[in-house]
């Protein structure tokens, strides 16, 4: 059975850095093109960032462009997201998801970021 | 990277069918037969139910289809019980390696 796990979330003031981590089981997770998709409070989802099976390849939406970085280590199944300059539009819960198909097909429990002073 | 357009709510008798539609651009929904659709459940993470536009993960009910024409795409719950009672969003595939859902449609069963 998949599984993730997102880590990580918590209080950090506005120009503050996070990083978000999600442990994967039940999967070959080098096998796998995975994602970030994130939800403020009472709010849709949101595409936040994409990364190829290797990490060679990471993609981005324009509002998380050049603060956020993904990244994986595939010898321990984890994503990662680094968050920098986080501003309060950043609060949102964040979830980790697995690509299937073009589709999200896996998704973490979420974490929570909250950025306010 | 607009949101793809989704009306607010939607609402049906049990057994009754409800449909959602989903629109976007040609850019998005328009240009690529990558649609899913994802129930959520308050304070859950959403769950995926139908990708492809009309493809069914293993588990989903075939009350859940969905279809495509043109820029917009729809979501047709049929006989909707009551724990179909969520929210629900589109997503499109738009190029580049890059996503984009929908704002979110509530669906009430009365």
């Known amino acids: 059975e998949v599984q993730l796990v997102d880590s990580g979330g918590g209080l950090v003031q506005p120009g503050g850095s996070l990083r978000l981590s999600c442990a994967a089981s039940?999967?070959?997770?080098?096998?796998?093109?995975m994602s970030w998709v994130r939800q403020a409070p009472g709010k849709g989802l949101e595409w936040v960032s994409s990364i190829d099976f290797n990490g060679d390849n990471t993609y981005y939406a324009d509002s998380v462009k050049g603060r956020f970085t993904v990244s994986r280590d595939n010898s321990k199944n984890t994503l990662y997201l680094q968050m920098n300059s986080l501003r309060a539009e950043d609060t949102a819960v964040y979830y980790c998801?697995?690509?299937?198909?073009?589709?999200?097909?896996?998704w973490g429990q979420g974490t929570v970021v909250a950025v306010s002073s | 990277q607009s949101a793809l357009t989704q009306p607010r709510s939607v609402s049906g008798s049990p057994g009754q069918s409800v449909t959602i539609s989903c629109t976007g651009t040609?850019?998005?929904?328009?240009?690529?037969?990558?649609i899913s659709w994802y129930q959520q459940l308050p304070g859950k993470a959403p769950k995926l139910m139908t990708y492809?536009?009309?493809r069914r993960p293993s588990g989903v009910p075939d009350r859940f289809s969905g279809s495509k024409s043109g820029n917009t795409a729809s979501l047709t719950i049929s006989g909707l019980q009551a724990e179909d009672e969520a929210d629900y969003y589109c997503?499109?595939?738009?190029?580049?390696?890059?996503?984009?859902f929908g704002g979110g449609t509530k669906v009430t069963v009365l």
């Open positions: 039940g999967l070959i997770f080098n096998n796998h093109f």
């Open positions: 492809d536009v009309t």
């Open positions: 997503c499109s595939y738009a190029g580049s390696f890059t996503w984009v």
């Open positions: 998801t697995k690509m299937g198909a073009y589709a999200c097909d896996y």
């Open positions: 040609s850019s998005d929904v328009g240009a690529y037969n990558y």
